[in-house]
């Protein structure tokens, strides 16, 4: 019932997943329940993210192994990771307007989710029959993230006036280690599947069927989304900002300086990362399945490092988080120097990289929903990424 009260202690403990019952809760120290479907909803929203990593791990992972199966060569296999970002980067600015005039975050989210699963289809039906033209596969994976980078900006909106900020930091890391798991996962399936369909001699089978996987979680996503509850359709006094007034109220917040170091930060990773792919493919001449386990090796280092990062949500800042990632990270590019290093140490590597990535990634999701206000927040986000 609505007017539920609830031990604000299990509520941090057990509503993450939804396992604990109205009548398993002591009655102490209780606190309001502001929103009826808060279970239903944490637990959708995890379902949700967990439909995403499966695309993500499936279909997103596979782009440039794909360039590279279809003999575009490494150039086009770093730039199918960058290029189609910057583009898509460039489409999600209509996502203020287009919250605006769907009047719903959720609808919103739902309609950029549904983009990201079609943006599959030519994906796999060029891997189907054996040929697709490079720019209709920059052209998909471009709508693939115009269509993630506008469900950000809507996302984080909604997500504010849905999961109470007590409970916020625990959710969250418990929900980034279920859904990292199922990454990794996805990533070693596929890395079996193209090892065994290269043996054939038939690696874009494998790409057609992981591509078709993908699109069907994302659309799994979308439906998820439509049946989560929307305490707040749009925040009061929404409003679509334009770049100059965006950056006023970035330089007016008190975590302002974060997000610009963030940018500094995305610049920074977006030089070399991209090329992580053509690199061990080529030079170093790892099969499929290696290199789709030292990628799933850095997903299982992010889960293991979330329950620590969990225990400490309350002590550590979003500024301590950003401190400790941004200096590891400063370390990993010179660590893949070594060309010659045997397997194990690139797996060190990958694991070192998972580690601060998810402390990264946990202080990236703190400065987006505080940093900034909810009615100014998706205009904000837009202009910033």
């Given at each position: ?16 997943f939804?396992?604990i ?15 009826p479907n808060l279970?239903?909803?944490?637990r ?19 782009f ?6 279809m003999?575009?060569g490494e ?15 460039i ?15 959720r ?13 599959f ?18 052209a ?14 809507s996302w984080n909106t ?8 007590t409970?916020?930091g ?13 990454q ?5 399936l ?7 369909a290269?043996?054939?001699s038939?690696?874009?089978s ?29 925040p ?6 334009g ?6 109220a970035?330089?007016?917040?008190p975590q ?14 977006q030089?070399?990362?991209?090329y992580l792919?053509?690199?061990?493919l080529?030079?170093?001449k ?20 979330l ?14 988080l ?44 703190f400065?987006?929903l ?6 100014d ?7 910033f990424?």
């Amino acid at each position: 019932p609505p007017d539920e009260s609830i031990d604000a202690e299990q509520e941090d403990e057990g509503l993450s997943f939804g396992l604990i019952s109205s009548t398993s809760i002591p009655m102490m120290n209780p606190v309001r329940v502001r929103n009826p479907n808060l279970r239903k909803d944490l637990r959708l929203i995890t379902w949700e993210g967990c439909s995403y990593c499966l695309m993500s791990g499936m279909g997103e992972s596979s782009f440039a192994p794909f360039v590279l199966a279809m003999k575009y060569g490494e150039q086009w296999a770093g730039l199918v990771a960058t290029l189609p970002v910057f583009l898509g980067s460039i489409l999600q600015n209509a996502s203020p307007h287009g919250i605006l005039s769907f009047g719903s975050l959720r609808r919103w989210s739902v309609f950029t989710v549904s983009v990201q699963a079609v943006a599959f289809l030519p994906l796999a039906l060029g891997a189907h029959y054996g040929e697709l033209s490079l720019l209709l596969i920059f052209a998909s994976v471009s709508l693939y993230w115009a269509g993630g980078l506008s469900t950000g900006a809507s996302w984080n909106t909604w997500m504010d006036s849905v999961v109470p900020k007590t409970i916020r930091g625990r959710y969250f890391s418990r929900r980034s280690a279920v859904c990292n798991l199922l990454q990794w996962s996805s990533m070693l399936l596929a890395g079996y599947l193209l090892n065994q369909a290269k043996a054939i001699s038939a690696p874009l089978s494998a790409f057609a069927v992981l591509f078709v996987l993908a699109g069907a979680s994302r659309a799994a996503g979308a439906f998820l989304m439509s049946h989560q509850s929307e305490p707040e359709p749009l925040p009061s006094g929404f409003r679509v900002l334009g770049i100059r007034d965006c950056w006023g109220a970035l330089r007016s917040s008190p975590q302002g300086g974060l997000l610009l170091y963030i940018l500094a930060a995305q610049f920074s990773l977006q030089i070399a990362v991209p090329y992580l792919v053509p690199y061990l493919l080529g030079p170093l001449k790892l099969s499929y399945a290696a290199l789709m386990g030292l990628m799933a090796t850095a997903v299982l280092a992010r889960i293991c490092a979330l329950p620590m990062l969990e225990k400490n949500t309350r002590h550590w800042s979003a500024r301590r988080l950003l401190k400790l990632s941004g200096t590891g990270l400063c370390v990993i590019p010179l660590l893949w120097l070594w060309t010659q290093g045997p397997l194990l140490y690139y797996g060190a590597i990958q694991i070192l990289t998972g580690s601060l990535m998810a402390c990264y990634d946990l202080a990236l999701l703190f400065v987006y929903l505080e940093a900034i206000p909810a009615p100014d927040r998706a205009s904000a986000l837009s202009r910033f990424r």
